[in-house]
């Protein structure tokens, strides 16, 4: 396996096979997400007009089996960046940590661990104080989560990141059991670099 950091052209050449990883992991528990490409073309776009973003690509071979993305707040979703009004944050001060996404079989391998690595560190050295990302919120007793899930928190806090309370945004997207979207929650996390 290799792991490659993209920006840039390279990011923009990376961004319809990141989508395709995001459609087929996001549709799992906990995001249960009914993805399209006209959808991930459109979020995905954020990383393209930046010209700080950044993509960590985890191939086997030529495939791409994982990745990871980041970008400054102030220059990804709008949703993102609004769940901070109101909040002491300054918002360009901080990094957001996107979507890390990775095929089951090749979890539990330390790749997560390189993915927070790689972004704090680029974070760190673009300038940035903070870092943050958001991860959805679902009843505990939600009827299609998984038996044996193992929630992410412990390892979330274990990086140093806590739990921003009342910081939380909403994104609308199709569940695997709906016929339309919904909005969703989605709580900020944070830490100091």
Do not use: N
């Not at 990011?11 to 995001?22: E, H, Q, V």
């Not at 009004?85 to 079989?105: A, N, Q």
């Not at 680029?122 to 007793?141: H, N, Q």
């Not at 412990?154 to 806590?162: L, N, S």
């Amino acid at each position: 396996m290799k792991v490659e950091m993209l920006t840039g052209s390279a990011l923009s050449d990376a961004l319809d096979d990141i989508a395709c990883l995001r459609i087929a992991v996001f549709r799992d528990w906990p995001y249960l997400y009914q993805g399209t490409m006209e959808y991930e073309r459109t979020y995905l776009q954020a990383y393209e007009i930046s010209e700080k973003a950044i993509a960590l690509a985890v191939y086997d071979g030529d495939w791409l089996i994982g990745a990871s993305t980041g970008a400054p707040l102030s220059e990804h979703a709008e949703d993102f960046a609004e769940a901070f009004d109101g909040t002491p944050f300054d918002i360009d001060t901080i990094f957001y940590c996107g979507e890390s996404v990775l095929l089951p079989r090749y979890r539990g391998r330390g790749i997560g661990h390189q993915f927070f690595d790689a972004r704090e560190d680029y974070a760190r050295g673009m300038g940035f104080e903070k870092i943050c990302f958001a991860g959805v919120v679902r009843p505990p007793d939600h009827p299609l989560k998984p038996p044996a899930y193992r929630a992410l928190e412990p390892f979330w806090k274990k990086r140093g990141y806590a739990r921003l309370p009342g910081v939380v945004a909403h994104f609308k997207w199709q569940d695997v059991d709906q016929t339309a979207e919904t909005a969703k929650p989605l709580q900020m996390w944070m830490r100091d670099l």
